[in-house]
């Protein structure tokens, strides 16, 4: 039962190339950026991820993104990232745009084993009609382009079927966490985190307070330990390093 692994090297030792992850985080907020590095300093790429966006400021996603270890995208946010966008534009990378909605669900879904779902969400746009681009041939032309999708009436409303997502491998990030993987998410850190992490077929966790079983509250635990099967404790200083996106201050 006790899932605690020394390092995140060694968490992520196993992740090979072409792997498939789902990643948490909202913006900045929650970004698992510790097992990031640790899998980018292995050097393994031809990643698809799935993600509300891919990284910013340099960090997160976005040091995969760079080096070229990216070559599909699942997500809702280009934001920010111009080296997102440029790949993207250039045709260097496979890009699937999803209601940010949609995604949280799909990736719900296929943790609890629902295959797919309906719902209102694209109907009567290129979300459920097809015709997306998913990646350009670099020239401003289309190489590929999203398929259309099964829509069905329900009660006289329509709805678009949208498959659940699972992967190899998620990665997120964690206020707290026990040896059981029993985790808690701090404010808009469990946006995404929670239904990374049960897409997951291996679960990776970075906590930056672990405690001992019984240390949780069961009432506050956001996701069971059944989700998780490996949990890495962050230094003091890992889990003190949060950056701010946009710094606003008021006059």
């Known amino acids: 039962m006790d899932k605690v692994v020394a390092t995140a090297p060694e968490a992520v030792a196993d992740v090979p190339e072409g792997a498939s992850l ?39 996603l976005g040091v995969l993104l760079a080096a070229g270890r990216i070559t599909r995208v699942t997500g809702s946010y280009i934001g920010g990232n111009k080296e997102f966008a440029r790949q993207y534009l250039g045709g260097e990378l496979e ?19 629902i295959p797919a779902f309906y719902t209102p969400a694209g109907v009567g746009t290129q979300i459920a009609e097809g015709g997306l681009p998913w990646r350009y041939d670099g020239s401003g032309g289309v190489a590929l382009a999203s398929p259309p999708k099964e829509v069905r009436e329900f009660d006289g409303v329509e709805y678009v079927l949208e498959r659940g997502i699972r992967t190899d491998y998620a990665l997120v990030r ?4 026990d040896r059981h993987g029993n985790l808690v998410f701090n404010k808009s850190s469990r946006n995404f985190n929670p239904l990374a992490a049960m897409a997951g077929r291996i679960t990776i966790a970075e906590v930056e307070e672990l405690v001992e079983p019984g240390g949780l509250d069961p009432d506050q635990v956001h996701l069971p330990g059944i989700f998780v099967q490996r949990v890495v404790a962050l230094t003091a200083d890992q889990a003190a390093d949060k950056r701010i996106e946009q710094r606003t201050v008021s006059s």
Request: hydrophobic share 40%.
């Open 22 to 60: 789902a990643v948490g985080g909202f913006g900045l907020s929650g970004v698992p950026n510790v097992l990031i590095q640790a899998l980018y300093e292995r050097g393994v790429g031809g990643l698809s991820v799935v993600s509300n966006n891919c990284g910013a400021l340099e960090t997160g």
């Open 174 to 177: 964690a206020a707290k966490g």
């Open 95 to 113: 890009l699937e745009l999803i209601p940010q909605g949609t995604l949280a669900e799909r990736l719900r879904a296929g943790g609890a084993g």
